[in-house]
């Protein structure tokens, strides 16, 4: 079977002093009806084909004794079924797979016995103290595993100081009683990874900065953002985002038209210009007296020659303007002896209108 570990809330009892409990399987998604889910709730697990989850799961213990859930998703891959035979003492079975994707050469062996039967068969003739005796070597095979789990778990705790770590949480929440007290642990561990990456970076003999300097470090990487972002304000900034894009895309295209226009334009304006030269020098059977386009020289472009004509046409203008510039100091003159004559014309007629008339 192949386990896919899932999520799943526990549920609130009906009755608070029940010594049972059921669990049931409100609704799912996405998981295959071929499935099988296994449900473990403490230390009691429950398992069932994805189609008969209709009815509840029934655990030893009470709501109140259970921390933690673990819900695994198994997939089948093989499946086979045997005949039992009582005087047969092992079977050897061989697992058809489930789909052509599936792994092939699956197989198992098993046997069945009583308990405190020896593991090699059923007991035949055997010495009732020497069942007992097997029995108690089973039991000291179990002691004997437990105890090297219970010492690699005390090693790894130890190894990496979890113990007292742990402790030292419990003992500052107690103590400090934090109002928030997920954000106080958080910067504990985050100072704690630090000095541990500090040593393992550059040795045991290191100098870690004192808890003051951590705290500073830490706040320069804490983020000034909201804790939360609901969906609406999700949903606002993509639209704002989409329609950003958009308008950027939207003046990128109308920047590169109007960059296309100018460029036909200006080609239009030179067409429009050579034209304009050869029927002024067929009109006049003399050469034009326009600029002309100069004549290419070796290695020159077209593009060098289209500049040196837009130079010439540049020095053209430049001494258009001088002359536009004497023309306009000679209006302003005729402007100002224009404005004098008409001071002049209304004081007269400021003069006549107060004489006094003839009897």
């Known amino acids: 079977f192949l386990a896919r570990t899932c999520c799943l809330h526990k549920a609130t009892p009906h009755h608070r002093q029940a010594k049972n409990m059921e669990l049931e399987v409100l609704r799912h998604h ?9 449900i473990r709730a403490g230390g009691t697990r429950r398992q069932a ?18 921390n933690t859930f673990k819900i695994d998703v198994l997939d089948q891959l093989g499946s086979a079924r045997l005949a039992y035979n009582p005087s047969e003492s092992e079977y050897c079975l061989t697992l058809d797979p489930t789909s052509e994707s599936g792994p092939s050469n699956m197989e198992l062996v098993f046997c069945v016995r009583r308990p405190g039967e020896a593991g090699s068969g059923p007991a035949k003739g055997g010495d009732p103290a020497g069942a007992d005796a097997d029995g108690g070597a089973g039991t ?16 790894y705790l130890d190894k990496h100081g979890l113990t007292t770590f742990m402790q030292f949480l419990m003992q500052s929440l107690m103590k400090d009683k934090p109002a928030d007290p997920y954000s106080f642990l958080q910067k504990q561990v985050t100072k704690r ?40 304000q999700l949903a606002v900034l993509e639209r704002e985002a989409a329609a950003a894009g958009a308008q950027l895309k939207a003046d990128n295209a109308k920047l590169r038209e109007t960059a296309e226009q100018l460029k036909s334009r200006y080609g239009q304006l030179l067409q429009e210009t050579a034209q304009l030269q050869m029927q002024t020098a067929d009109e006049s059977g003399a050469a034009p007296a326009g600029p002309q386009m100069p004549p290419a020289m070796e290695g020159e ?26 023309l306009v100091a000679q209006l302003a003159t005729m402007r100002s002896c224009i404005d004098g004559v008409k001071d002049e014309i209304q004081e007269l007629s400021a003069g006549e209108a107060g004489a006094p008339q003839p009897e």
Request: glycine share 4%; no cysteine; proline share 6%.
């Open 30 to 38: 996405g998981i295959p009806e071929s499935s099988i889910v296994s």
């Open 49 to 66: 084909q994805l189609s008969q989850l209709d009815r509840p799961l029934k655990f030893p213990s009470s709501p109140e004794t259970v």
């Open 140 to 155: 000291d095979d179990e002691k004997q595993r437990a105890t090297q789990k219970e010492s690699a778990a005390r090693e």
């Open 193 to 232: 990874m630090v000095t541990e990456l500090s040593r393992n970076v550059a040795g045991e003999k290191v100098d870690v900065p004192d808890d003051k300097g951590l705290e500073k470090l830490i706040s320069t990487f804490t983020s000034k953002a909201p804790a939360s972002v609901t969906p609406e």
């Open 301 to 326: 472009s077209a593009q060098l020659i289209a500049f040196r004509e837009i130079a010439k046409m540049q020095d053209e203008v430049s001494k258009l303007a001088l002359e536009n510039g004497d």
